[in-house]
């Protein structure tokens, strides 16, 4: 029994050591410790003793149990170690350091918008321009010829603040500045976020996105005018849009128009969001009055210019079929999100 009991004892120790991962090891439990197994073999010949004998090799065969089964899960315990330091170590480099990294967010679809503009225009030789949200009444008033008790200036509540500045009401407020800032000749766009005391339904917002382009230089006549507005919407709206002109009055154009759009959410047919007209009012423009040249510092005898002051709130609606500005402003991630950049 003896002699049984160290070659079983040989064996298993060899067939341990060939162990390499968990699943062998529960192979050699199996085959050693299970119902089958070679220790259950041994304790068949227990039959053949009798007495002390018997006592004592039941002992030995149970010890060798035990010993089995102590190896088996020190070696278990062992490999799980090893496979673990292997994870580890295939996960290569990492740093604790690095913040988690988080789901990318999505332009706005005015920001898009803005941003195909901005190529647009700059690739027509347009420089592209910042301004101020507050700005003072010369800048968003007087500078472009609305008198303090001129009634154009109704057409254009606003917030004032304690200070008597205003939050501008249009990205005009900046033409003043930035003829000031290059002279003349000049193209520049300025897009801008604006604000007006307005009763907010689907297509009116107190707080809305313009954008403003001027160009000066000499001979500039309203062919000008007309084809780069024709061309910008073209490439905007990749198709051929239908437009119309009107006069409008604007104190700092003159000739000024109302440059309106085909509504491209009905079609022409009429909804809310053109006001069932058909047309949405898309972009006023005119030729720059020369008393707003001249405030701006620029030789009238040499010069002219046009400016124009698109809604980029209203394109963009345009542009992705929003049909409630609401959601523009409203901050719902659910549905910004949707816009393709
Ligand atoms: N600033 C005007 C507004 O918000 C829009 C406008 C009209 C801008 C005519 C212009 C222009 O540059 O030529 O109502």
């Known amino acids: 029994m003896q002699e049984q009991l160290q070659a079983l ?30 220790v259950a073999g041994l304790m068949q010949h227990l039959r053949e003793f009798s007495g002390e004998a018997k006592k004592e090799a039941g002992l030995l065969i149970n010890r060798l149990k035990d010993d089995i089964a102590q190896a088996l899960s020190l070696r278990a315990e062992a490999l799980r170690q090893a496979e673990l330091d292997k994870l580890i170590q295939s996960a290569g480099q990492y740093d604790t350091s690095r913040p988690p990294q988080a789901p990318a967010g999505s332009y706005h679809p005015i ?18 321009e910042d301004y101020n949200e507050i700005v003072n009444e010369y800048q968003c008033f007087e500078s472009l010829n609305i008198p303090k008790h001129h009634p154009a200036r109704d057409m254009q509540d606003t917030y004032y603040l304690d200070n008597g500045q205003v939050l501008k009401t249009h990205t005009s ?27 907010i339904d689907a297509c009116h917002e107190n707080t809305f996105f313009q954008m403003e382009g001027i160009m000066i ?48 959410i009905c079609g022409g047919e009429g909804c809310p969001t053109c006001k069932n007209s058909g047309w949405l009012e898309l972009c006023p423009c005119g030729m720059i009055h020369p008393r707003v040249l001249e405030m701006g510092g620029i030789d009238t005898e040499e010069f002219t210019g046009f400016a124009f002051g698109l809604g980029l709130t209203r394109l963009a609606m345009m542009r992705y079929g929003i049909k409630d500005i609401r959601d523009l402003n409203a901050g719902n991630l659910k549905v910004l999100e949707q816009f393709p950049s």
């Open 9 to 38: 004892r040989a064996q298993f120790d060899t067939a341990l050591r060939q162990a390499e991962d968990s699943t062998a090891l529960e192979a050699l439990r199996v085959g050693f410790l299970g119902k089958k197994g070679h």
């Open 217 to 264: 230089d000499r001979d500039i006549s309203i062919s000008n005018l007309i084809y780069f507005m024709k061309t910008m919407l073209s490439e905007v709206f990749r198709q051929d849009i239908k437009v119309r002109l009107r006069p409008g009055f604007f104190p700092f154009v003159e000739p000024g128009f109302e440059l309106d759009i085909n509504c491209l």
């Open 173 to 199: 407020a900046a033409q003043n500045a930035i003829m000031r800032k290059y002279g003349a000749p000049l193209r520049a766009i300025f897009p801008g976020r604006c604000f007006r005391n307005e009763s």
């Open 111 to 128: 920001t898009l918008t803005q941003r195909e503009l901005e190529r647009i225009f700059i690739g027509m030789g347009f420089a592209v």
